[in-house]
């Protein structure tokens, strides 16, 4: 299933119809421990992300803290 979302400010074409399965696509630890997720402007809880659908022209931030100075 490809989606047009805009992912951290680009427009990109994705597989992935839940937020954990584009967690996966893009390479993100879904286990790490600061890794934040908003849709369309509301952050979803991680409880969510394995059953929160994506859709066509959502604008998803993917906030992936990264260690070093």
Not at 28 to 36: G, I, L
């Amino acid at each position: 299933m490809s989606l047009e979302l805009r992912i951290n400010g680009e427009d990109r074409t994705v597989d992935a119809g839940t937020i954990m399965e584009l967690l996966r696509s893009e390479g993100v630890d879904d286990t790490a421990r600061f890794v934040a997720v908003a849709v369309n402007g509301a952050v979803a809880p991680r409880a969510d992300w394995t059953t929160r659908s994506l859709g066509n022209g959502d604008d998803v931030e993917i906030v992936n803290p990264v260690s070093g100075g």
